[in-house]
């Protein structure tokens, strides 16, 4: 009798520990760039916070990067559940969420549009429209911009003839560029090595974050100034995994995102002016724009946005526009 109570007992333990156990939940994440770019790796960071501050609770495996998911069915993976977490910009989502367009958009900081609720509004849509909660926007504090083989022509109005380039372009801005009256192509990261090489575009747009992993400062040696839009990079959760942790999971993720936030802003700005001296030090020339041109450049880039968004969806601008400066 002893002994039969002596295993019912020990039964009871096994079975309380591995549900002990079952309660750490495995998160499958992806990014959207290679593992070496410096997007991929400021997000390995925010899943190092993660991981240390969620054992036994919650825990991130990232399974890599385009190479699993490629970037234009990041947001359609996560929307059907394929995938759990997703380090993307809000640029790969347009057509999903056109809404995420003001993340780029606004020079806002994250901490700013959480106080003043634009973060519980442009979740909401998320929610509604792409089935994905917003954890965080990481990696701001820098924008992107223009880099091109030969030296770029000026402008009387100080700006640069953007009708001598082809440059490449992701979703984000192409509307932008073909504003300025440039022609477009857009195309993924990873295809834009070999259009330079073989001189099927003269120019890209990008950040300077991560620029030089991809190999092409080999062929831009110029860098067009001012930088335009905002880095709109995201950490999101499909909806109905995040609804299925417990309040204590939820915690460990919001604390985590909301602290590298700001971490990462500055890290940004940091890396970003480090990587530039980096790659003028290798040869690449700045080129800037000035006076009327240059204040052109700006209020276009802004405008396209703005208007992107109202004739996707103009639901919401008027009350994302407040939120959102």
């Given at each position: 009798?002893r002994?039969?109570?002596?295993?019912?007992f020990a039964?009871?333990?096994g079975g309380?520990a591995?549900?002990?156990?079952?309660?750490?939940?495995?998160l499958?994440?992806v990014?959207?760039t290679?593992?070496?770019n410096?997007?991929?790796?400021?997000?390995?960071?925010?899943v190092?916070?993660?991981?240390?501050?969620?054992?036994?609770?919650v825990q991130?495996?990232?399974?890599g990067?385009p190479?699993?998911?490629p970037?234009?069915?990041l947001g359609?993976?996560?929307?059907?559940g394929?995938?759990?977490l997703v380090?993307?910009?809000?640029g790969l989502?347009l057509?999903?969420v056109?809404?995420?367009?003001?993340?780029?958009a606004?020079?806002?900081?994250?901490?700013?549009?959480?106080?003043?609720?634009?973060w519980?509004?442009?979740?909401?849509?998320?929610?509604?429209?792409?089935?994905?909660h917003?954890?965080?926007?990481?990696d701001?504090?820098?924008g992107?911009?223009?880099?091109?083989v030969n030296?770029?022509?000026?402008?009387?109005?100080?700006s640069i003839d953007?009708s001598?380039?082809?440059?490449?372009?992701?979703?984000?801005?192409?509307?932008?560029?073909?504003?300025?009256g440039?022609?477009?192509?857009v195309?993924?990261?990873?295809?834009v090595y070999?259009?330079?090489?073989?001189?099927?575009i003269?120019g890209?747009?990008?950040?300077?974050?991560?620029?030089?992993?991809f190999?092409?400062?080999?062929?831009?040696?110029?860098?067009?100034d001012?930088s335009?839009f905002?880095?709109?990079?995201?950490?999101?959760?499909?909806?109905?995994?995040?609804?299925?942790?417990?309040?204590?999971?939820?915690k460990i993720?919001?604390?985590?995102a909301?602290?590298?936030?700001r971490?990462?802003y500055d890290?940004m700005?940091?890396?970003?002016d480090?990587?530039?001296k980096?790659?003028?030090?290798?040869?690449q020339?700045?080129?800037?724009?000035?006076?009327?041109?240059?204040?052109?450049?700006?209020?276009?880039?802004?405008?396209?946005?703005w208007?992107?968004?109202?004739e996707?969806d103009?639901?919401?601008?008027?009350a994302?526009r407040k939120l959102?400066p």
């Amino acid at each position: 009798m002893r002994y039969l109570k002596a295993l019912a007992f020990a039964a009871l333990l096994g079975g309380f520990a591995t549900a002990v156990h079952a309660e750490e939940v495995v998160l499958n994440a992806v990014h959207f760039t290679p593992a070496q770019n410096g997007f991929a790796q400021s997000f390995l960071k925010f899943v190092a916070k993660v991981n240390e501050a969620g054992k036994g609770v919650v825990q991130i495996n990232v399974r890599g990067g385009p190479e699993v998911i490629p970037n234009p069915q990041l947001g359609t993976a996560q929307k059907s559940g394929l995938v759990d977490l997703v380090n993307a910009p809000a640029g790969l989502y347009l057509e999903m969420v056109p809404e995420g367009e003001v993340f780029s958009a606004s020079t806002a900081k994250p901490w700013d549009v959480r106080a003043n609720g634009g973060w519980d509004l442009i979740n909401s849509i998320y929610e509604k429209k792409g089935n994905a909660h917003l954890l965080a926007h990481i990696d701001a504090g820098t924008g992107f911009h223009i880099f091109t083989v030969n030296e770029p022509e000026m402008t009387p109005d100080g700006s640069i003839d953007f009708s001598k380039l082809t440059l490449r372009s992701s979703p984000l801005y192409r509307q932008f560029f073909e504003a300025l009256g440039t022609t477009v192509i857009v195309q993924n990261a990873g295809d834009v090595y070999t259009s330079l090489e073989r001189g099927v575009i003269n120019g890209n747009a990008y950040p300077i974050m991560g620029y030089a992993s991809f190999g092409w400062d080999k062929f831009t040696k110029y860098r067009v100034d001012p930088s335009f839009f905002q880095v709109d990079v995201l950490v999101s959760m499909n909806k109905a995994k995040w609804d299925s942790l417990s309040p204590e999971a939820q915690k460990i993720l919001n604390d985590a995102a909301i602290a590298y936030e700001r971490e990462s802003y500055d890290a940004m700005v940091a890396e970003t002016d480090r990587l530039a001296k980096v790659m003028i030090d290798g040869g690449q020339k700045v080129v800037e724009m000035t006076g009327a041109g240059r204040e052109k450049f700006l209020a276009t880039a802004a405008k396209a946005s703005w208007d992107r968004m109202a004739e996707r969806d103009p639901t919401n601008v008027e009350a994302l526009r407040k939120l959102f400066p």
